[in-house]
């Protein structure tokens, strides 16, 4: 009796790719990624898989072509509407060290019309606090879907609906961090997808090595973008430090570096206290670290849309003065 060889799954080609050893694995190209990221999103692969192709992934550290394929996939598969937006605000990170003071960086511009469109994936991080957890507090709207998302840029011009209200797989994907141990390379391609072909993409990287990449991604799918290090992780401009912007403009990569705005290192604050943040729109309280914090991630906002970084911080310095809290 002759026993037949199991045939092979088709996505046991791209973990092959990946996990053939130091001389045999390799990157995936453009289209593979985008490929692979096909299968990953229309449910067929066995769990096994995704878990290994994700770890394989992060263990070698994702390329640009793979991080610009997998991009392809998801918007080749969204089904949002033609929106205009300006700004498209990722927000996965979550703060453990600052408030997030980028939230109210985001209502001061909306409240001058620019158009923003956020996105996160809820908290996953012990510790950390996030988007979704102040949206409330702030007067942000938390769309349940696309429907919502144009009234609230009508009506208040920003909007922020979660992940998984919109590509539910990759937020599950997401959700795999308490089992896989680490971050999968998910958390990073979520800062790119601009699902509304927003005008600039704003992604913040924390780990340096990773920045050129995502620049280089945004590159290759044709993006306006502005990858920084976000204090934290979060597109927030870190008063304290320098901070290094790398551009992407009609395929052309830039890079310029903004010095530090504070006058002097501020100490962390002992606990994060939301309250504190409505307090400062409202110009009950002052924060010197978080309005210079404010007015600095303004001001990134308005470079990503084509001012010089002198006029975008005047601009911004001047409507936060004026904001109506």
């Known amino acids: 009796m002759t026993t037949l060889t199991p045939e092979e799954h088709p996505f046991a080609t791209f973990i092959r790719m990946l996990g053939k050893g130091q001389r045999g694995a390799r990157d995936l190209s453009e289209a593979e990624a985008c490929q692979a990221m096909g299968l990953l999103l229309e449910g067929q692969v066995q769990p096994v898989q995704l878990g290994a192709f994700l770890m394989l992934l992060r263990h070698k550290e994702e390329t640009a072509e793979e991080l610009a394929g997998f991009t392809r996939a998801v918007r080749q598969r969204l089904q949002a509407p033609a929106l205009p937006v300006d700004l498209d605000w990722p927000s996965y990170a979550g703060k453990k060290r600052h408030l997030p003071w ?25 510790g950390r606090l996030y988007t979704e957890q102040l949206l409330s507090i702030l007067d942000i709207p938390d769309c349940q879907d696309w429907k919502a998302v144009r009234q609230a840029l009508d009506q208040q ?6 992940l998984g209200r919109w590509m539910p797989a990759l937020q599950e994907m997401i959700g795999l961090r308490p089992l896989l141990g680490l971050r999968s390379p998910i958390h990073s391609l979520a800062r790119g997808l601009n699902p509304l072909a927003a005008r600039c993409s704003l992604q913040s990287i ?61 100490v962390k604050p002992e606990r994060l206290d939301p309250a504190h ?37 005047a601009q911004a310095r001047q409507w936060w003065r004026e904001r109506n809290g």
């Open 102 to 126: 980028y939230l109210l960086a985001a209502r001061c511009l909306a409240q001058n019309g620019i158009r923003i469109f956020m996105h996160g994936a809820g908290p996953h991080t012990a």
């Open 157 to 162: 011009q920003l909007a922020f609906m979660s």
């Open 206 to 266: 924390f780990h340096p090595g990773y920045q050129p990449v995502h620049q280089q991604a945004s590159a290759l799918l044709g993006d306006q973008a502005i990858v920084i290090k976000g204090e934290g992780g979060e597109v927030e401009v870190n008063p304290d430090s320098p901070a290094l912007l790398l551009g992407t403009s009609a395929g052309q990569l830039w890079e310029e570096e903004w010095p530090a705005s504070g006058e002097q290192r501020q």
């Open 277 to 313: 943040l409505l307090a400062v729109w409202q110009g009950r309280q002052a924060d010197p670290y978080g309005e210079q914090a404010i007015i600095g991630t303004m001001a990134l906002g308005l470079r990503g849309l084509g001012q010089p970084m002198a006029e975008a911080m």
